[in-house]
């Protein structure tokens, strides 16, 4: 299976993109009113550390920091010792992004989810976590990445929002910082593939904003990619 085809059957739509570029929580199907700022369900502990270090590759996973989620937000259960910092996100409630990110991340990502998860452990709707964020982005008590960088999702137990708002699996991406970049900066014409997304072997999300990223499907995680000949 070449690389282009692996995307275009892999790659979930916009929505979940919105959400994780912005750190937006939508009003999704199923999301709206009383249950949009419902608590995830905690996990048990060494279930969720597994769960977020398996977004890793296997040469950061050891000494990445670790995240778990409690009721009053999450707390660090492991220090970093190579600028990497793992941790299940939930953009909603029920969903769940394991991931893994540079010290970049951490410094300009990390910091959203965890105001995010103690908004919603505080009762406050996702209206107001929305007005929280665009404010705290605005006065830059919360920032965007200023550097290229990288935020592993190598998990295969992925779990997120497609373009309906359903909870969806979705294989393991890589994805790039990259701010204000846009799809024709990468020579893509416009044109969206069958999932909605712009059609490519790789794409941008957020494209033109601060927090624009550049996505990298990798399919499954022992999967090599197939690149085209190269002209002798």
Not at 40 to 50: F, G, Y
Not at 136 to 149: M, Y
Request: hydrophobic share 40%; net charge positive; proline share 9%.
């Amino acid at each position: 299976m070449t690389f282009q085809r692996r995307r275009s059957i892999s790659c979930r739509g916009p929505l979940f993109w919105l959400i994780l570029t912005a750190g937006l929580i939508p009003n999704a199907s199923g999301q709206s009113g009383a249950g949009a700022n419902r608590q995830p369900i905690l996990m048990d502990r060494q279930k969720e550390i597994a769960l977020a270090l398996s977004a890793c590759p296997a040469s950061v996973a050891d000494k990445a920091a670790v995240y778990v989620l409690e009721r009053t937000g999450y707390i660090k259960v492991r220090e970093s010792h190579n600028g990497f910092t793992a941790i299940v996100q939930h953009a909603l409630p029920n969903s769940q992004d394991p991931q893994c990110m540079d010290a970049e991340g951490a410094r300009t990502f990390l910091p959203r989810y965890l105001k995010m998860a103690e908004w919603r452990a505080q009762g406050k709707s996702a209206a107001e976590i929305r007005a929280l964020v665009a404010e705290a982005l605005a006065t830059g008590s919360l920032q965007s990445p200023t550097k290229p960088g990288i935020d592993y999702m190598l998990s295969t137990q992925n779990l997120t929002p497609n373009a309906k708002g359903e909870i969806v699996p979705f294989p393991p991406h890589v994805m790039f910082y990259a701010p204000y970049k846009t799809n024709a900066d990468l020579g893509l014409s416009g044109a969206l593939g069958p999932d909605g997304n712009p059609d490519g072997p790789v794409f941008v999300a957020g494209e033109g904003t601060p927090y624009a990223l550049i996505i990298v499907p990798v399919g499954d995680r022992g999967a090599s990619h197939t690149h085209p000949k190269q002209p002798e």
